[in-house]
């Protein structure tokens, strides 16, 4: 009897002071179970009470974990959970309401007694078994994210402690199907409520309280009302979202108020910098929440009846609760709330922002399934670009780019920059998605298309008018990523002529195709005023100055000097080589001036005969070795392609047919005319091929 145990209580306050404080304790732990074991009792009976029963058993569950630690009881309660869940198919609940007793449980070979559940086992088994229960029903609530992490639990016990080879295959194809799942099963959004119970007359658990219900799959609020409005019949519904009164709180009657709330999911810091698919990012949009948003628009000033957005501010009501939804019920009470107001230009940027989130979603879907039903597409389409209701962006336009708006109230030009930016953007957003919808859409469909399309065309021009400010002029690239495939990057390599032979040595970028060749060295001390005196010699002066700077490389350590390096010999090239210049195919060259128009020149063969001074090369030395397989010639100076060799003018040689050109031939030092590849011969400039005396091959 209550009674008599408040009058215990007040006895144990004055008469006795030893027994004040644990007394006290003891029988205020007393009253709070005996009140949830009454609200238990009243709500055991009728199919309507359902939830009403759920909650009660969390309250005794809580009670036995935290303020009695009673373990045995708290199991038990448990599974009483279990089974409410079960018929109701809440099988996401169930998996968690599980999750509590085996997070009781370590992996340890310590003996377990057997109840009415599981046989004698040991406390590594029981909770293997009970793991696999609620795997099995995070697979049936579609919460896979929940199930992978046990699925790796449990592979890592059994690829490191029991050795379980089987086990582990089996863990690792149903992770994989899990992952499978989370990719390629569809998924519906859910929609949660914020449901408030007003009055004296509710039950206690629920009296004067705000709960936030996570809904069922496809549930709309006109339904879920109707589920309340059953489980508390006597109920009156509130259609007001204002905050009740304090007359309402202490009435005797009881009031419900409903509205849905927006979820705010926590930032994951792992996918910030990485493109994830919208199907991983779907399931923590509505999964994990602890936080919610609920806007009420207030006119504050002179309301325009011909533009409302102008005084629209919203109201914005933040909501904490105590547990994550999903969690061991469907709804967990409020535990902090606190107002935020927002100010017309900041709500229009959310809304724009919103609506280009959509607009890209639906860009991947219909790119991904284009045989999708297309009449959502088109409807968002027609909402955005032709809005019948509200105006679109056009009253935005002339609510806030006005510019006495930001001189009347200059705290929100930074949301009006802002949200020039984002109609910018959905102007992009929608130019793409345009494209689409005309390539996807059905034959009854196309004059509602053109008929989108012009109105879009009117509408980019006013935007591009009043929006273009710098910040407006941002770049499209993602968005052109997302709706074109990837390409790869052109590489320049040069178009190979005929006679090149097909080897990776002619694929390389950078070529020296188009550069002039070198001049015929001479005398080191003459490099200057051979060089100066190269314009007199017939070539433009812009060739000159390409030659003289490629002529010295041979004389100077910069970076270039690679570009005629000596030859890198191998036998591989020399025999591609000469199979390529003594074929009978025509041959192609390039001219100095960069442009294909001849066949290649071919070097004559250098005469094997040894040098007839050695003291210019310091070693007997053959001039063959400098052939480097560039066919045969007679020692006339007949070419092998018919052409003539001129004394005293070095042979044109195509890069392409070899990198690094062979070493010229030297004029003796009393020449004082500058020799170049273009010069006519000179008379004492005439020898034979086999009277050079001097060694010029650069050295690295």
Same mark, same amino acid.
């Given at each position: 009897d209550l009674h008599s145990l408040f009058s215990l209580l007040e006895h144990v306050r004055s008469d006795d002071p030893v027994w004040r404080e644990s007394g006290t304790a003891f029988i205020n732990s007393v009253t709070r179970l005996l009140e949830r074991l009454l609200d238990y009792r009243n709500v055991m009976q009728g199919d309507e009470n359902c939830d009403k029963r759920m909650s009660c058993t969390v309250n005794l569950l809580n009670f036995y974990k935290n303020e009695i630690n009673r373990e045995e009881m708290y199991i038990r309660y448990i599974y009483k959970l279990h089974d409410l869940h079960i018929p109701a198919d809440n099988y996401t609940e169930a998996a968690f309401t599980l999750q509590l007793h085996a997070d009781q449980l370590q992996w340890s070979g310590r003996m377990l007694h057997q109840d009415h559940l599981y046989p004698a086992q040991t406390e590594s088994q029981r909770k293997e078994l009970i793991y696999k229960k609620i795997i099995e029903y995070f697979d049936k609530g579609k919460c896979w994210e929940r199930g992978i992490p046990l699925l790796e639990e449990l592979a890592t016990l059994y690829r490191s402690s029991t050795f379980n080879y089987s086990g582990l295959a089996e863990v690792l194809r149903q992770q994989a199907a899990f992952y499978d799942k989370i990719l390629y099963s569809p998924r519906h959004e859910i929609i949660h409520f914020k449901v408030g119970f007003f009055g004296l007359g509710l039950p206690l658990f629920v009296r004067n309280k705000v709960f936030i219900y996570r809904g069922v799959e496809f549930e709309q609020i006109s339904g879920f009302?109707?589920?309340?409005?059953?489980?508390?019949?006597?109920?009156?519904?509130?259609?007001?979202?204002?905050?009740?009164?304090?007359?309402?709180?202490?009435?005797?009657?009881?009031?419900?108020?409903?509205?849905?709330?927006?979820?705010?999911?926590?930032?994951?810091?792992?996918?910030?910098?990485?493109?994830?698919?919208?199907?991983?990012?779907?399931?923590?949009?509505?999964?994990?929440?602890?936080?919610?948003?609920?806007?009420r628009p207030v006119h504050k000033g002179v309301q325009d009846k011909e533009n409302e957005f102008k005084t629209l501010w919203i109201e914005r009501t933040h909501y904490h609760i105590e547990c994550e939804l999903p969690g061991i019920l469907k709804w967990f009470e409020v535990t902090e709330q606190h107002v935020e107001n927002i100010c017309p230009p900041q709500y229009a940027c959310e809304t724009v922002a919103i609506q280009n989130k959509v607009l890209r979603q639906m860009i991947l879907l219909y790119r991904a399934n284009i045989k999708e039903n297309i009449q959502p597409f088109t409807m968002r389409l027609q909402g955005t670009i032709d809005a019948a209701v509200n105006g679109g962006i056009a009253k935005y336009q002339d609510a806030f780019f006005d510019p006495e708006y930001v001189v009347e109230f200059p705290e929100f030009s930074e949301h009006v920059s802002k949200l020039k930016v984002?109609?910018?953007?959905?102007?992009?957003?929608?130019?793409?998605?345009?494209?689409?919808?005309?390539?996807?859409?059905?034959?009854?469909?196309?004059?509602?298309?053109?008929?989108?399309?012009?109105?879009?065309?009117?509408?980019?021009?006013?935007?591009?008018?009043?929006?273009?400010?710098?910040?407006?002029?941002?770049?499209?690239?993602?968005?052109?990523?997302?709706?074109?495939?990837?390409?790869?990057?052109?590489?320049?390599?040069?178009?190979?002529?005929?006679?090149?032979?097909?080897?990776?040595?002619?694929?390389?970028?950078?070529?020296?195709?188009?550069?002039?060749?070198?001049?015929? *060295? +001479?005398?080191?001390?003459?490099? #200057?005023?051979?060089?100066? =005196?190269? /314009?007199?010699? !017939?070539?433009?002066? @812009?060739? %000159?100055?390409?030659?003289?700077?490629?002529?010295?490389?041979?004389?100077?350590?910069?970076?270039?000097?690679?570009?005629?390096?000596?030859?890198?010999?191998?036998?591989?090239?020399?025999?591609?080589?000469?199979?390529?210049?003594?074929?009978?195919?025509?041959?192609?060259?390039?001219?100095?001036?960069?442009?294909?128009?001849?066949?290649? *020149? +071919?070097?004559?063969?250098?005469? #094997?005969?040894?040098?007839? =001074?050695? /003291?210019?090369? !310091?070693?007997?030395? @053959?001039? %063959?070795?400098?052939?480097?397989?560039?066919?045969?010639?007679?020692?006339?100076?007949?070419?092998?392609?018919?052409?003539?060799?001129?004394?005293?003018?070095?042979?044109?040689?195509?890069?392409?047919?070899?990198?690094?050109?062979?070493?010229?031939?030297?004029?003796?030092?009393?020449?004082?005319?500058?020799?170049?590849?273009?010069?006519? *011969?000179?008379?004492?400039?005439?020898?034979?091929?086999?009277?050079?005396?001097?060694?010029?091959?650069?050295?690295?």
């Open positions: 009302s109707q589920r309340i409005q059953t489980e508390f019949p006597q109920a009156k519904m509130l259609h007001q979202n204002t905050p009740p009164d304090e007359t309402i709180r202490s009435s005797d009657g009881q009031y419900i108020q409903i509205c849905t709330v927006k979820p705010v999911p926590e930032p994951n810091p792992q996918f910030e910098g990485v493109e994830v698919d919208d199907c991983i990012l779907m399931y923590y949009s509505s999964n994990q929440l602890t936080k919610f948003l609920y806007d984002l109609i910018s953007d959905q102007v992009s957003i929608l130019d793409v998605a345009l494209e689409l919808h005309g390539r996807i859409a059905p034959a009854a469909n196309q004059p509602l298309h053109r008929r989108l399309v012009e109105v879009f065309e009117e509408m980019r021009t006013k935007v591009r008018r009043m929006c273009s400010t710098p910040g407006s002029q941002r770049s499209t690239s993602s968005l052109q990523q997302m709706t074109t495939a990837a390409t790869p990057p052109a590489h320049h390599t040069h178009r190979r002529a005929d006679s090149d032979p097909p080897t990776q040595e002619f694929r390389r970028t950078g070529s020296i195709i188009n550069s002039p060749l070198p001049p015929v *060295p +001479v005398d080191k001390s003459a490099i #200057g005023s051979n060089l100066n =005196s190269a /314009s007199t010699s !017939g070539h433009s002066s @812009q060739r %000159s100055s390409q030659a003289s700077s490629i002529y010295a490389h041979f004389h100077s350590a910069s970076h270039d000097e690679e570009l005629y390096a000596k030859p890198q010999v191998t036998w591989t090239f020399f025999t591609l080589t000469l199979g390529a210049v003594s074929g009978d195919r025509s041959s192609r060259s390039v001219s100095l001036s960069g442009e294909d128009d001849h066949g290649p *020149p +071919v070097l004559p063969k250098r005469v #094997g005969k040894k040098s007839s =001074s050695p /003291s210019m090369f !310091g070693s007997e030395q @053959q001039l %063959s070795e400098y052939s480097d397989g560039y066919g045969e010639s007679s020692m006339d100076g007949t070419l092998p392609n018919g052409g003539v060799s001129t004394p005293g003018t070095p042979p044109l040689l195509s890069p392409r047919n070899h990198r690094t050109p062979p070493p010229p031939p030297i004029p003796p030092k009393s020449t004082s005319t500058p020799i170049t590849p273009l010069s006519p *011969p000179h008379d004492n400039y005439a020898f034979p091929l086999h009277a050079v005396n001097e060694d010029i091959t650069p050295t690295n």
